[in-house]
């Protein structure tokens, strides 16, 4: 695995190394060691997926507020997404930036969202299917989002999206801290 840097500190794109002969190929999708050793969350406790029928459905923007914060690993298994995390670390230098990443089935790219960053994806394709590893329990109660197109963040999307969820549509503006 290859971690490759984003604009938002800690935030990676992680390129997997296949082994490739004519059966197909073979590539690592884990290795605690690996992540420890960079000083990345390196135990998960969930693993979720979610199926998205229609292109240009967006997911987001989520986060977990602590202390339940979360860190999330996502790939694309089927399909195309384009993957954002919004930095909200009041501390960091990248605070209210934000990153994005085309994943897809056909490179099997991750990206690796710490704690205190808002996750979302628009899908690029029908049938995109989403795998996530995330390192916190899903507590409703800590679940708190942003929204998709606030001008706070000024996300540029490859497209308006024509599938969202009400809730979603309906975070407020946000507020700095």
């Known amino acids: 695995m290859l971690f490759c840097d984003t604009k938002i500190a800690g935030v990676f794109r992680i390129v997997l190394e296949r082994r490739e002969d004519d059966r197909g190929y ?48 996502v790939t694309c298994l089927r399909g195309a997404i384009y993957d954002v995390a919004v930095d909200l670390r009041p501390d960091s230098p990248t605070y209210l930036q934000w990153a994005a990443a085309t994943l897809s ?12 960053c808002a996750h979302g994806f628009l899908t690029l394709t029908p049938e995109a299917v989403v795998h996530y590893q995330i390192a916190q329990v899903y507590s409703p109660e800590h679940s708190q989002g942003v929204r998709w197109n606030d001008p706070a963040f000024g996300i540029e999307w490859p497209a308006a999206p024509d599938v969202l969820s009400e809730r979603d549509a309906r975070y407020p503006d946000f507020r700095p801290r």
Do not use: C
């Not at 056909?106 to 690796?112: I, N, R």
């Open 105 to 116: 089935g056909d490179t099997l790219e991750m990206l690796y969202i710490p704690e205190g």
């Open 26 to 73: 073979f590539a690592r999708t884990w290795s605690r060691e690996d992540f420890a050793r960079r000083g990345l969350v390196a135990q998960y406790v969930e693993s979720s997926v979610s199926y998205n029928a229609r292109a240009r459905t967006l997911r987001g923007m989520h986060y977990q507020a602590a202390p339940r914060a979360e860190t999330k690993i």
